[in-house]
């Protein structure tokens, strides 16, 4: 159990092994926003081999003065768009904005780890 990753001022700890059997669930669901800062789209285009501004027209969407990657509809689930149902994995693992990275430890689930719970299977209470 030494492979439990935890956080100062989180109530639980995540067990990154549990991602390979969850599908995705952090990937896909709800629909939502996934920002991302302009080094992380310029991070996320170079990987791609794509430029800046042709990644953002295909990729991003604007909500308020942020830009957000795009979401695709399967069945009823709103999914990143790099999220690879194949592999059950994403695409830009490598170049993943700060926001997929530090999941869970979202300072939304501080005061929400039963809903959190739902979401990943890889959360253990301390």
């Keep these: ?5 935890s956080q100062e001022g989180y109530p639980y700890r995540f067990n990154p092994s549990a991602c390979e059997t969850c599908q995705g669930k ?13 080094a ?7 990987l791609l081999e794509m430029d800046v501004k042709k ?11 942020k830009y957000s990657i795009k979401e695709q509809l399967h069945n009823d689930s709103h999914e990143c768009v790099f999220y690879d149902r194949n592999s059950n994995g994403c695409k830009i693992y490598e ?13 939304y689930f501080k005061t929400r780890v039963d809903e959190l719970k739902l979401e990943c299977p890889g959360i253990v209470d301390v």
């Design 1 to 5: 159990m030494s492979d439990l990753m």
């Design 26 to 38: 952090c990937c896909t669901g709800e629909s939502g926003y996934i920002y991302v800062t302009m």
């Design 40 to 46: 992380e789209i310029e991070k996320i285009a170079a």
């Design 55 to 65: 990644f953002a027209g295909e990729y991003l969407f604007k909500n308020g003065y």
């Design 95 to 107: 170049a993943r904005p700060l926001q997929c990275r530090t999941f869970p430890f979202w300072d």
